[in-house]
């Protein structure tokens, strides 16, 4: 096997089997649609870095995710937490909203936010699944999120990243900052 696809195979099939079990016999349509949107929003986000041909947005997706994927099993073994069906006590944080909402903040972050709104969309579906087939709470599902959503933005950065405006805001003052990168 080619060594430049070793690492998105395996950062694939490690979030496959990471929702694998909502593959069961008794799981409703929307829980089973949810896991394979959990799975589809990070493939599709790294897939958007060989369409833009952007070998620097892959290694950042690399970073995000992997950060992602190694904190929310790491915050599932150190928090026994039980899950609202009662399963086991791995409930926190959700597996399948980080992974949604990090492949959906890299497109954000990335290629701004009109490309993001469907993945978005999906992520609060995943989310909604999650919550709907009883695996999860509010709580859970809201770590997850910003779990993964600020590992995307810790470690992405703009496509074209020669103009970033970003909002400034604390409690006596609302603005925006303005940076232009010179090259």
């Known amino acids: 096997m080619n060594s430049k696809y070793s690492l998105p195979l395996l950062m694939l099939v490690s979030g496959t089997l990471a929702v694998s079990p909502s593959y069961a016999d008794d799981s409703s349509s929307i829980e089973k ?3 394979v949107v959990a799975v589809a929003i990070p ?8 369409y833009k041909d ?6 950042q997706f690399y970073r995000g995710f992997g950060t992602t994927v190694a904190t929310t099993y790491a915050l599932k073994a150190v ?4 899950r609202p069906n009662g399963e086991d006590d791995n409930s926190f944080p959700s597996s399948h909203a980080s992974a949604a909402f990090q492949g959906a903040s890299f497109i954000h972050r990335r290629y701004g936010l009109e490309y993001s709104i469907p993945a978005y969309l999906g ?4 989310a909604y699944s999650r919550l709907d087939a009883d695996e999860h709470d509010a709580v859970d599902v809201l770590a997850g999120a910003a779990l993964g959503m600020v590992s995307s933005w810790y470690f992405t950065t703009t496509y074209n990243d020669q103009l970033i405006v970003a909002p400034n805001l604390s409690p006596d003052y609302y ?3 303005v940076n232009y990168q010179f090259k």
């Not at 952007?54 to 290694?59: I, L, V």
């Open 123 to 126: 992520a609060g579906f995943v």
């Open 43 to 50: 493939a599709i986000a790294y897939g958007s870095t060989y």
């Open 79 to 82: 928090i026994d937490k039980e």
């Open 175 to 177: 603005g925006l900052s």
């Open 33 to 35: 649609a949810g896991s």
């Open 54 to 59: 952007d070998k620097e947005g892959r290694q």
